[in-house]
C-alpha cells in the first residue's frame, strides 16, 4: 500500500530555518498538505496544493514538493512554531498520511 | 471562519456501537465536504471516512469499511460517524475536519474541531 515517510524527529535553534521531508513513490505528482499539530490541540492546515498558505498562516511556512519528495520548510524558526507537522496527500478516494514529524526548538 | 464541536464518545466494549456527532456552526455547512479523522492515544492521524456537502459521495479507509458509517443532516447542520463491531485498534480521539473546497480542495482540512475520545475496551 502507498506510504508516505517522515523523520520522527527534527530539531533547530530559534532563528534558524528546519526542512521538513515527506517521501512516497512518486509523491510529485500529486498534491501534498502540511498540517501543525500543538501539544493537546487540534491539527491546523499550515500549507495546501503543495505550495499555498491559507490566510494567517505566517510567510516563514513554505512548502514544495518534486519527484518523489515534498517539503515544509519554517524559515526564522520561533518557539511557537514547536510541534508535530504532517504531510497528507491523497490517492484516487484515499486520504493519506505521514507518521509526523516532532520539531522541537532548542 | 467556523467552529466544529464533535461529541458522543465514550466507553464502549469490542463489538459494540457508537455514534459520533459533530455539529457546525459559523459556515455554510451544505457547501462544504466533511471528514473524520482520528488519532490513537500517541500516535499519528489517520483518516476515516469523507463525505460531499449534499450527501451523496462517501469515501472510507479500507480500516473502517462495512463497519463505520458517515452521514449528514444539513438541515441541523450536523455531520454523523456510525461506529459498528467496534475493536480494540478503533480506540481514538475522533476529529470533525471542514473541507476547503471542492474538487481538490475536497481533500484539504481547514477547520478542525476538537475531537471525541472512543475507547473500545472490556
Known amino acids: 500500500s502507498y506510504e508516505l515517510t517522515q523523520p520522527p524527529s527534527v530539531s533547530v535553534s530559534p532563528g534558524q530555518t528546519v526542512i521538513i521531508p515527506c517521501s512516497g513513490d512518486g509523491l510529485g505528482d500529486q498534491y501534498v498538505s502540511w498540517y501543525q499539530q500543538k501539544s493537546g490541540q487540534s491539527p491546523v492546515l499550515v500549507v495546501y496544493q503543495d505550495a499555498k498558505r491559507p490566510s494567517g498562516i505566517p510567510e516563514r511556512f513554505s512548502g514544495s514538493n518534486s519527484g518523489n519528495t515534498a517539503t515544509l520548510t519554517i524559515s526564522g524558526t520561533q518557539a511557537m512554531d514547536e510541534a508535530d507537522y504532517y504531510c497528507q496527500a491523497w490517492d484516487t478516494t484515499t486520504v493519506l498520511y505521514g507518521g509526523g514529524t516532532k520539531v522541537t526548538v532548542l | 471562519e467556523g467552529h466544529l464541536s464533535e461529541s458522543g464518545g465514550a466507553l464502549v466494549q469490542p463489538g459494540g456501537s457508537l455514534r459520533l456527532s459533530c455539529a457546525a456552526s459559523e459556515f455554510t455547512f451544505s457547501n462544504y465536504a466533511m471528514n473524520w479523522v482520528r488519532q490513537a492515544p500517541g500516535q499519528g492521524l489517520e483518516w476515516v471516512s469523507t463525505?460531499?456537502?449534499?450527501?451523496?459521495?462517501?469515501y472510507s479507509a479500507d480500516s473502517v469499511k462495512g463497519r463505520f458509517t458517515i452521514s449528514r443532516d444539513n438541515s441541523k447542520n450536523t455531520l454523523y460517524l456510525q461506529m459498528n463491531s467496534l475493536r480494540d485498534e478503533d480506540t481514538a480521539l475522533y476529529y470533525c475536519?471542514?473541507?476547503?473546497?471542492?474538487?481538490?480542495?475536497?481533500?484539504?482540512?481547514?477547520?478542525w474541531g476538537r475531537g471525541t475520545l472512543v475507547t473500545v475496551s472490556s
Open positions: 463525505l460531499s456537502g449534499s450527501g451523496g459521495r462517501t
Open positions: 475536519a471542514k473541507s476547503r473546497g471542492g474538487g481538490d480542495s475536497t481533500w484539504y482540512f481547514d477547520l
